[in-house]
């Protein structure tokens, strides 16, 4: 996935659109939006960021996961089989996204980043709604010229990328907004 944080809005809609369609319990969430200012006075900036589970290349909740339940997918994102999940929250220590919670019935949940709609060449919930255009999906092995397109001359980055995760979700930097 890229996050233009540029067009990013903070509306939420991803936030209400992920929890409609995956049945996200009351008070608990897969995806939130995070807004951070930075600078110095007078030379701000503030992004807003559709934040979520970072589908790792070498995710520590995998590693660290006593049951398998925290495993890859075929299709490169990092997934929970709730069944063998005991709620230990071993995963939970090792993310440092700080991305899953303890669901009401037990299992740890997280972003599966609608898998469910992927298999059947939807786009995510959160992709769907997304009024400003900001989130997009991307097949990193398979980078089309739109894609490369999205990114070039833009300030992209990773979040934590010191800690060795290989985070698989990309940013274009608010810092440097179109027309700015």
Known sequence: MVIDARVCVGCSACVYACKAEN???EGYCRDWVVQETNGEFPVLFMENRSERCQHCDNAPCVTYCPTGASHYDGNGTVQINRSRCT?????MAACPYDARYVHPEGFID????CR???EKG?????VSICPTGSLNL???NNMTGEVKELIRGKEVYRQKEHAGTEPRL???SAR???GA
């Open 23 to 25: 049945a996200v319990p």
């Open 122 to 126: 939807l786009k995510t919930a959160c």
């Open 176 to 178: 440097n907004k179109p």
């Open 138 to 140: 991307v097949d990193f």
């Open 87 to 91: 709620g230990c929250k071993a995963c």
């Open 170 to 172: 990309l940013w274009i």
């Open 116 to 118: 469910h709609r992927l």
């Open 110 to 113: 997280k972003c599966s980043l």
